[in-house]
């Protein structure tokens, strides 16, 4: 069995999570940036992050046998700051045609505040300007349902935007839908305590099937890590469904979405037998 | 344990002495419990994710064939509902009260 984790934060992982990955079959990963557990000082903190993120993780990464690709943007947190904020997005666009950025990511909303919106938006202009594809962070816990729905308005108003080229991420129980009605993809983490559980990550593949789903461990510095993502594999199995129904979600979807952009090399294996 | 005991220090404790006693354990224990708000501060996610889980799994009971009879005649699912509403109400000992609602009678 093949995975891709579409969204973790390798930066933050050990070598053994490496290590853990190539054993278990992991072949690719996509990183977005994202909050690094404190808010940094400067534009120039990030510019060495963006170089980290490109130049360094895909080393480290390929000494696993991992193919390491990654996705620019001022996260939602530290959009806080305005000011910053923007100083940043300006580095972002020399570095979209580096061959291991695939888009925009992880904007969105953390507290949906009124900054939050504004760098979100500045952030989708960016991506429409660049023809960028992107992946988007919802809020947490209590602020999910109303974040999401700001974001997917915001995302549905602007026609430059297409659907399919936007995958929504950290869906839950009440979000999927607002993201697969509106014809984007969506993006199931499991995590220990928060977002969802394989069960509960099985049980939204199976009620709403699985086109168009992807399903990630986002791991960071928090409780989290790549056995999430193949302890969910294993829970799909348990439940009756073939080895060929997991590939199309645990390798072949990820292929489907970030091969839109023409860096992405892997492509779906095998046919789907549900 | 006799109050004399010595034990070896152990890492939380960097400031103390090699050997330390019963009395020196059990004092800084308690000058560091928490009080009810930070015990909630500590576990809210995950009863938040306890609760989340249980609905999953009553829905996931529901869902599959068979499910509505089950849901509605199975006396294990009559006991943890029962013990919901007990978790709600009871003001002292929630856990050995599941465990009676739980056990043989």
Redesign the interface.
Known sequence: MKFIDPHIHCVSRTTDDYQYMARCGVVAVSEPAFWAGYDRSTASSFGDYFRHLLDVEPLRAAKYGIDHYAWLCINAKEAENVELAREVIKLIPPLLDHPRVLGVGEIGLNKNTANEIKIFEEQVEMAAKYDQMILIHTPH?QDKHKGTRIITDILKNDKRIKPHRVLIDHCE?HTIRIARENGFWSGLTVYP??KV?P??GC?IL??FGTDMICVNSASDWGESGPSNLTDTYLEFRRRGNSEEAATDVFYNNPCRFFGQSPKWKLKPIGMATG | MNGSTKFRAVSQFPQGSDETTAEDVSSRYNRGMRDARQILDQTYLEMRWRCLSLAADFDRIERATGGADVIANDPRLANLREAMKMIGDQSVSRAEFLQMILSDK
């Open positions: 816990l129980e305590v928060t559980t069960q509960r049980d199976e009620q």
